[in-house]
């Protein structure tokens, strides 16, 4: 990939830039997005089951 080293990571309301990163911070979102979802899916099951128990118990 032919980026350069610099590169804008967020825009301003006048869509200037406002903060800079290197260019692996364009793969950091993606990876994030997809890890998010799985632990919090895994955390929900959890949750749920817990839920599930105790409205059984009762």
């Known amino acids: 990939m ?3 080293d610099i590169i804008p990571i967020q ?6 830039p406002s903060n800079w990163g290197s260019k692996a911070t364009i793969f950091i979102f993606p990876i994030v997005l997809l890890l998010v979802p ?16 105790w409205e059984n118990s009762n």
């Not at 825009?11 to 200037?16: A, D, E, H, M, N």
């Not at 899916?41 to 817990?50: C, G, I, L, Q, V």
């Open 11 to 16: 825009f301003g309301i006048t869509l200037i």
């Open 2 to 4: 032919n980026l350069p």
């Open 38 to 53: 799985t632990f919090m899916s895994k955390k929900n099951n959890k949750f749920t089951r817990e839920i599930n128990n």
